[in-house]
């Protein structure tokens, strides 16, 4: 069938606006905004034009990801409570902002606390202080902006907060598309929660969202709100089938994690999974009409149309499984250990708490002890203060905390490797992968083949995926040896200021024949590895080098030798040895 | 605080909501550990507790919330009226859900210092911290797998003692928290350590159904929620109130039921073939038959009830490699159609 012509496809402009139309009329039904922006002023405008569309004198935030639990939920205010000589509470930066919006720079390197934080607030509208005496609970309706300004080999900003913005936006084209005004947005405000949908449109979102493979209630929930604002915006009383195409593509669309099946050859199209048929009266339906199965396959098609155009940049070509950017569902790279907020004490230093650190009261108490009877005692205090505390007297306590390992898994899927050990190869890494898992280890796994080097697993916890990623791994093609060592490379250096200790194994025969942009030629790539190898004995870390080829090759050792690698030949062992070999050189934490 | 969405209109995951009301009826069963993806109702089912369960007895102004009938389990404070022969006063109070957040210090967790006291007045006191909040309800801790470890073997251990210990900054202090600890969390994001795993008493896995009538009964639900809360609560009111008058009726029952010899010896031989260490794994069967049979009115326990709590049970207690893509809760199916047939 065909629904030419009537395919609403929201442009980008008009995707921007009905967004910032929508967060403004409800900011806490929405959640808010996943924004990303090549250009930073586009975001500006894009945040101007949403603030103006606001209340009058509704807050605007920003909210830095390095803030800390008191300014954010509430705190003890430590100058008013030093003052006083009571304790004294100040209002948090949400509580602050309650019924107002909340940008948020750079979130994809909030770290998990802050998304832990944001979440609750985002899910149960209330900012509960931390630690006694911070003040009571306090009502915090926010809307948050987070502003995702990772490059594409970063990890994506983090999926807990992501799942709990409506729309997911990125600001690809000039803004020419005028907004509405104030006046239209309080109108629809007022009504908005009264729009009726019908049970066919529903259905049809919830199929559209299976086609797609977003599993998350909360974006169906989203998607039911957008074409409900939308008619709202738009003066009716009921939806229309393109508030649900525009639902689709504001909200489903940038969450898809497959293509759904070819909608636009109608011959080759294997049938999508039945939507509801009226008749098999579902539970309490209150749809009025009773469509009939064209109708609502034709409004599915449309949808799926309507969420094409906002499909995630990994699956705009053709279908694997798990789209790299969408699959990562946990980001690790703002975790706080470097800020030392966490883990065991090991001592206390003069400091600010109010920077992040965690006053240790004992000591603080201690310090100022000596000095009471020099302090005069505050003008104005009605009863004599016991102890009196300076800022000097503050004491933070120095945490460490205990580094973990990063294993990368080096693994070549060349031509040449496949037909020698890759199956030992594999056998050996899932061998590390358990013993990594009882070590609570992170893995990472990196394959090349062809002319490029994939990570095809950024360092988690998860070994489960890392077995599934290993299983999947195809072989075949050239040996890009020099872009692998690069990619390890990253991911090592990354780690290492994580603070964690690596260990990078290469699995390999070490035969480059693509060089690092991606021409063939032996010589060259053997030149481009060894320089890439001198770059990874430079950064330090631990570094195993498994050969392979079917005899033990000098190309391999000379490799081994570069990178600063202890050397293991393969043909020899078996994958219980490369295990003993791998244990043997691990570094000596936990 | 807004109203809770209510747990009689949470549309399937029927394994998580017995699991959760067997809780109920049996705190001592130890805690539900729920694995599954994000937005499959697992907060939902918790925060809806407060409102579901029937309202506790507990000591006026005691801030550990006692229980007036515990005895000798009442913390230092009771006990120390009761000697003094002071009159004890009681009220009526929701039951605690309290959220452990992602990121809470040791501090906020198990108490500390009293900040005003100590600084006015110089006084060491205590300030009771989240275990104390929680105790005689429930403890969430929602991406139980991304908490670090030394707390939550603090969590595990207090909720197997029922007593909170806190000698630290000079504080000493100890007293009951007997909660149910409920932690969720998504696998994928990262493995629970196996040795905690069957520290928990039941375990459920929860997915988002993929039923297309389902989904579209939860979202319109949801949106019927969304659009008019208190409508909607009250629409569920009477469901609610069935399930909580289910819960009363099976307290008392769970003490006087009897477990015949013949469910004994096939939860012995259950265990055997699935090959779980020790005898935790038993004991959580059969306290959770017994729960559940409370929970259905049944005369005694019986084998239904032994194969319905199973997998919940027993599934997070199997010794598996992790890498065996063999999921736990076929294994167990396998086994239990193996010792009582199909």
Known sequence: MSVEGSTPVLDGTQRAALAAALVALDPVAFGGV????????????????????????????????????????????????????????????LARHDGGLLVLPCAERAGETLVARLAAVLDTHVAVPRGPFAGEPADARIGLIALDESEPEDEPIHAALADRLAFHLTLDVEDDTPYLTREEIDAAARRWHTIEMTHAQVATLVATAELLGVASVRALSFAVRTARGRAALDGRTHTSDDDCAAAAALVLGPRATRRPPATDNATESPPPPPPPSADAEPP????????????????????????????????TMSAPAAAPRAGRSSGRAGMDRAGGRRGRQVGTRRGDPRAGGRL??????????????????????RERVRIQVRPDDFRIRRLVEPTGTTAIFVVDASGSAALNR????????????????????????????????????APTRAIAAAKRA?????????????????????????????????????????????????????????????????????????????????????????????????YVALPRTDAQSIHAAVTAVRPTSS | MRVAFPFSAIVGQDEMKRAILLTAVDPTLGGVLILGHRGTAKSTAVRALPALLPPMTVVSGCRYG????????????????????????????????????LGATEDRVVGALDLERALTRGEKAYEPGLLARAHRGYLYVDEINLLEDHLVDLLL??????????????????????????????PEEGDLR?????????????????????????????????????????????????????????????????????????????????????????????????????????????????????????????????????????????????????
């Open chain 2, 194 to 342: 196996p040795q905690l795993l069957d520290r928990f008493g039941l375990s459920v896995e929860v997915t988002t159904t993929t039923d297309l009538e389902e989904r579209i009964e939860v979202i319109k639900r949801r949106d019927a929620f969304d659009r008019d809360p208190d409508g909607f609560t009250a629409q569920w009111a009477d469901a609610d109130r069935a399930i909580r008058r289910k819960v009363e009726r099976a307290r008392p029952r769970v003490d006087a039921l009897t477990v015949p010899d013949e469910v004994l010896r096939a939860a012995a031989r259950l265990c055997t073939a699935i090959g779980t260490d020790g005898v935790r794994g038993e004991l959580a069967l059969l306290r959770g038959a017994r729960a559940l049979a409370a929970f259905d009115g049944a005369r005694h326990v019986g084998l239904t009830h032994l194969r319905t709590i199973a997998p919940s049970a027993l599934r997070h207690r199997l010794r598996r490699n992790v890498l065996d893509d063999v999921g736990s809760t076929a294994r167990i199916a396998r086994a239990v159609t193996d010792v009582l047939g199909a």
């Open chain 1, 360 to 381: 240790d009261l004992l000591e603080t108490l201690r310090a100022a002890a000596p000095w009471q009877r020099l302090r005069p005692a505050p003008a104005g205090a």
């Open chain 1, 34 to 93: 996943v924004l990303r922006s090549p250009r930073a002023d586009r975001a500006t405008a894009w945040i101007a034009h949403l603030t103006a569309l606001r209340p009058e004198r509704s807050p605007v935030g920003r909210l830095p990801i390095s803030i800390g639990d008191d300014r954010l939920l509430g705190g003890l205010d430590l100058a008013m409570t030093l003052a006083t000589g009571r304790p004294v509470a100040e209002r948090g930066l």
């Open chain 1, 284 to 315: 309490p339906s209150d749809s009025s009409e009773t469509p009939s199965a064209d109708e609502v396959k034709a409004l599915e098609e449309m949808l799926i149309q309507a969420a094409l155009a906002t499909l995630p940049m990994g699956l």
């Open chain 2, 157 to 186: 251990d207090v909720a197997a003692t029922g007593e909170n210990v806190v000698e630290r900054e000079g504080i000493s202090v100890r007293h009951p928290a007997r909660f149910v600890l409920v932690g969720s969390g998504n």
């Open chain 1, 422 to 457: 890759m199956a030992e190869a594999k056998g050996a890494v899932e061998l590390l992968l358990a013993d990594a898992y009882s070590r609570r280890d992170e893995v990472a796994l990196i394959a090349f083949r062809g002319t490029t080097a994939d990570v095809l697993l």
């Open chain 2, 66 to 101: 006692c229980d007036p009938d515990a005895g000798r389990r009442r913390c230092a404070d009771c006990l120390a009226n009761d000697a003094a022969g002071h009159k004890t006063r009681t009220t009526k109070t929701a039951v605690p859900v309290v959220d452990l957040p």
């Open chain 1, 470 to 566: 290993l299983a999947a791994l195809p072989g075949g093609g050239g040996t890009p040896l020099a872009s692998a060592i690069d990619r390890a490379r990253e991911l090592a250096d990354r780690a290492r200021r994580d603070g964690n200790d690596t260990i990078v194994v290469f699995l390999t025969d070490a035969r480059a024949n693509i060089a690092r942009d991606g021409t063939p030629g032996r010589p060259a790539a053997e030149a481009d590895a060894t320089a890439s190898a001198t770059l990874l004995r430079q950064l330090g870390g631990t570094t195993l080098l498994i050969d392979t080829s079917t005899r033990p090759s000098t190309t391999a050792q000379a490799l081994a030798t570069a990178m600063g690698a202890r």
